[in-house]
Nanobody, 116 residues
Framework: QVQLVESGGGLVQPGGSLRLSCAAS????????MSWYRQAPGKERELVAS????????NYADSVKGRFTISRDNAKNTVYLQMNSLKPEDTAVYYC?????????WGQGTQVTVSS
């Protein structure tokens, strides 16, 4: 059974930091590109960051470059998103995604709220 379980979301003040984790099981984690997406109320889901199967070539949305860092630990079947200098516009549900072309999986999402 494929599972992607996100954790680490919550309420944080502007300028603060959060670290999201996504624990994967039920598939060959190391063979998949892993990504974080987010969806704010009334908006479409957007790609935040992605990382290749071996950990190289991370890509970021322009809106988070220099503030967010994606990483993965293939030994722990986990992908992370370190979020620094958070802004109110980062408020959204953050989703973990595993993609290998034909096969793609989603987590249930974790809420991140940036507010004073």
């Amino acid at each position: 059974q494929v599972q992607l379980v996100e954790s680490g979301g919550g309420l944080v003040q502007p300028g603060g930091s959060l670290r999201l984790s996504c624990a994967a099981s039920g598939f060959t984690f190391s063979a998949y590109v892993m990504s974080w997406y987010r969806q704010a109320p009334g908006k479409e889901r957007e790609l935040v960051a992605s990382i290749s199967s071996y950990g190289g070539g991370p890509n970021y949305a322009d809106s988070v470059k220099g503030r967010f860092t994606i990483s993965r630990d293939n030994a722990k079947n986990t992908v992370y998103l370190q979020m620094n200098s958070l802004k109110p516009e980062d408020t959204a549900v953050y989703y973990c995604n595993a993609d290998r072309g034909v096969f793609a999986y989603w987590g249930q999402g974790t809420q991140v709220t940036v507010s004073s």
